[in-house]
């Protein structure tokens, strides 16, 4: 048996089929809050600025492609079916954006590699609010899409398969695999405390979320100016459970139609040539 390095190095990667970017745009801001730490706002605070910014709300509205990167670089970076994404697989991946948020937290020590130049930020909060946050909105949406009927419907979908997965890959890394859990509160400790001892001081920027996020906080780190407009809500988890059911329903129809299509196809089959042989031997 060959070694698991070995085996990373045979398997066949979907971001290998992907042609190099045609242009490449240096990243200039990269946000390694993990999930459920004001990374939704922080997004949508990066586009007021300017930036053309990266989420995973992004990957999810932009189709197949990105949700596969996606469920890809995280079985790669958590259970080695891979070689794990670096830079050249980052410039296809988040082509034409010059900032990154949320997705980075997940491979945060081969993004500050791949990006030495960037600015940083962590968005950090008490560990307890943190569980709370993805107990009730990661990890519920993954029980829920991975139960009857949503288990059976996403085999006859591509875009509903990869998201439930996403779901579970990300679920799973939350909180261990074991989702009654309290969210696994080491998970956020430890990514807080990896991306302050990797991102060099003078190029990170924490805020404390309890402290107050807005943007006094973070336009003076940017050297921006302070927009006109109110900085941007924060994602609640009501809001996460409406956004997540407004992006299923279309998938969920499309399965049921896919479903039944291939269910009826063989019964209408059989029925024309039940009424064939009949209506022949008439």
Request: with cysteine; hydrophobic share 40%.
């Amino acid at each position: 048996m060959g070694s698991l390095h070995g085996r990373k190095h045979a398997a066949t990667r979907f971001v290998d089929t992907l042609p190099p970017p045609t242009k490449s745009v240096e990243v200039k801001v990269v946000v390694l809050s993990p999930s459920r730490s004001a990374t939704l706002a922080t997004y949508r605070a990066l586009k007021v600025l300017g930036y053309k910014t990266y989420h995973n709300y992004e990957s999810i509205y932009n189709g197949l492609r990105d949700m596969k990167l996606f469920n890809e670089s995280m079985r790669a970076k958590f259970h080695g079916e891979f070689e794990v994404y670096r830079r050249p697989e980052f410039e296809k991946w988040f082509q034409g954006y010059d900032a990154l948020t949320e997705l980075p937290s997940y491979f945060p020590e081969e993004i500050v590699e791949a990006y030495p130049r960037a600015k940083y930020i962590l968005v950090e909060r008490t560990p307890e609010s943190w569980a709370r946050s993805v107990m009730n909105s990661i990890v519920r949406m993954t029980e829920d899409v991975n139960r009857f009927p949503t288990s059976f419907l996403k085999q006859f979908d591509d875009a509903m398969y990869q998201l439930c997965s996403s779901a579970y890959i990300t679920a799973e890394r939350f909180s261990d695999g074991k989702f009654g859990r309290p969210g696994g509160l080491e998970a956020c400790a430890d990514c807080v405390a990896l991306v302050k001892k990797i991102v060099p001081p003078e190029q990170l920027l924490v805020v404390r979320l309890e402290d107050g996020l807005d943007w006094d906080a973070i336009c003076p780190f940017l050297q921006m100016p302070v927009p006109d407009e109110p900085f941007p809500p924060p994602f609640t988890p009501e809001v996460f459970k409406e956004t997540v059911e407004e992006f299923m329903m279309p998938q969920v129809k499309r399965a049921v139609r896919n479903a039944a299509a291939l269910i009826l196809s063989p019964i209408v089959v059989l029925v024309g040539a039940v009424w064939w042989a009949s209506d022949g031997v008439r």
